[in-house]
């Protein structure tokens, strides 16, 4: 798909530039929606808009050396969706979001911290 990390940078700055360059970031509480763990991600974007990223997570099952995780697999990045914060109230008052229940907290704490470069 991008043949290059200048393509693929190219592409962020064009279709997630909130998420390139955002100039507040706060980060919600993880939930699974439609089975799949979320991330969301609030965004104070250049332009003064606020944004959230629902960063989907996936558990990387084989190592980068191609062997099975002993640990069950790090928590990568799967997919992101920009979308208007009041989309996301919306779901929750869809019921389509389930927040992750106090009992598997720990499971997933700190699986979802992203560093900045």
């Known amino acids: ?11 962020i700055r064009q279709n ?3 998420v390139y360059r955002p100039r507040a970031i706060t980060f919600l509480p ?3 929606v439609h089975n ?8 104070l974007a ?9 960063y989907s997570m996936q558990r ?3 190592s980068m050396q191609g062997e099975k995780a002993a640990d069950g ?3 990568r990045i799967n997919g992101c969706q920009l979308v208007p914060l009041n989309a996301v109230y919306a779901v929750i008052q869809a019921e389509h979001y ?3 229940p106090d009992s598997l907290q720990a499971r997933f704490s700190g699986a979802f911290l992203f560093a900045r470069g």
């Open 1 to 11: 798909m991008f043949q290059t990390p200048r393509q693929f940078i190219s592409m």
């Open 16 to 18: 997630y530039a909130a």
């Open 30 to 32: 993880p939930s699974i």
């Open 36 to 43: 799949v763990p979320v991330q969301p991600v609030r965004l």
């Open 46 to 54: 250049s332009d003064g808009k606020v944004i959230v990223a629902l």
């Open 60 to 62: 990387e099952e084989i």
């Open 73 to 75: 697999g790090k928590w």
């Open 98 to 100: 389930d927040p992750i």
